[in-house]
C-alpha cells in the first residue's frame, strides 16, 4: 500500500539555521509533491509545489528538492525565525485515472529557538 | 476575502444524534474535499468533488455523506455519528475540477468530540 513518512519527532534548530524536512514514500508515483504549513487549530496552508519532472524549485527563503528516483523529497528552510516553528506536512499526488486527490503525510513539527 | 469558512468551528453531540457541518467558498472553485485529521494518521481524506453534483469517495468515507448541489457549499453529513468519528474536520478547495495539481485552501476546521 502507498506510504508517506516525515519524521514523526520534532525538529529543533537554532535561529538563522537552515532546516531541512524529509518526506519518503512507496508504492507510489506521484506526478507532483506539495508542501504546507499547519499552525497548531488552524489548517493547512499550501506553501510549494514541485513536478515530477522538476528537480527544485524556491520560495524566498524556501527551497524543495524532488528525487524519483530515491522516492524523496527534501524542503529547506534557510536563515530560520522562530516564527517558521510549525508543522510542515508533505502531500503527493496524481492527476486524473481517478487519483483527483493528495494524499497527506503526517508532517513534521520544526521548533526555531533563539 | 477569498476564503473557505466551516461551521460549527467546534462541537459536542451524543452518539447516533444526525449532524451537519457546513463548507463553503467564496473562489469559484470547482474541486472541494472533505479530511479528517487525527494524531499519529495526519489527514485523511473523506470525500470529495470535482464539480456540482459529482462527488466521490475519499480513502476514509464510511460513515459519512457529502451533497455537492451549489458550487460554493459542500456539507459533510454524519447520519448517525460515534465516537470514533471525533477528530478535527477541515474542508479544502481548489480552483480545478480535473487536477488536483493546484493550490488547496482550506478551511478553519470543525473540532467535533461525539460522546
Known amino acids: 500500500s502507498q506510504k508517506i513518512e516525515q519524521n514523526s519527532e520534532a525538529l529543533n534548530i537554532q535561529e538563522g539555521k537552515t532546516a531541512t524536512l524529509t518526506c519518503n514514500y512507496t508504492n507510489y508515483s506521484p506526478a507532483y509533491l506539495q508542501w504546507y504549513r499547519q499552525d497548531p487549530g488552524r489548517g493547512p496552508v499550501f506553501l510549494l509545489l514541485i513536478r515530477e519532472n522538476e528537480k527544485e524549485k524556491r520560495k524566498e527563503r524556501l527551497k524543495v528538492t524532488f528525487d524519483t528516483t530515491l522516492k524523496q523529497s527534501l524542503f529547506h528552510i534557510t536563515a530560520s525565525q522562530p516564527a517558521d516553528s510549525a508543522t510542515y506536512l508533505c502531500a503527493l499526488g496524481n492527476d486524473g485515472g481517478g487519483g483527483n486527490k493528495l494524499t497527506f503525510g503526517t508532517g513534521t513539527q520544526l521548533k526555531v529557538e533563539l | 476575502e477569498a476564503q473557505v469558512t466551516q461551521n460549527p468551528r467546534y462541537l459536542i453531540t451524543v452518539t447516533g444524534k444526525k449532524l451537519t457541518v457546513t463548507c463553503s467558498q467564496n473562489m469559484n472553485h470547482e474541486y472541494m474535499s472533505w479530511y479528517r485529521q487525527d494524531p499519529g494518521l495526519g489527514l485523511r481524506q473523506i470525500y470529495y468533488s470535482m464539480n456540482v453534483e459529482v462527488t466521490d469517495k475519499g480513502d476514509v468515507p464510511e460513515g459519512y455523506k457529502v451533497s455537492r448541489k451549489e458550487k460554493r457549499n459542500f456539507p459533510l453529513i454524519l447520519e448517525s455519528p460515534s465516537p470514533n468519528q471525533t477528530s478535527l474536520y477541515f474542508c479544502?478547495?481548489?480552483?480545478?475540477?480535473?487536477?488536483?495539481?493546484?493550490?488547496?485552501?482550506f478551511g478553519p476546521g470543525t473540532r467535533l468530540l461525539v460522546l
Open positions: 479544502a478547495s481548489s480552483l480545478s475540477g480535473v487536477r488536483v495539481r493546484e493550490t488547496q485552501y
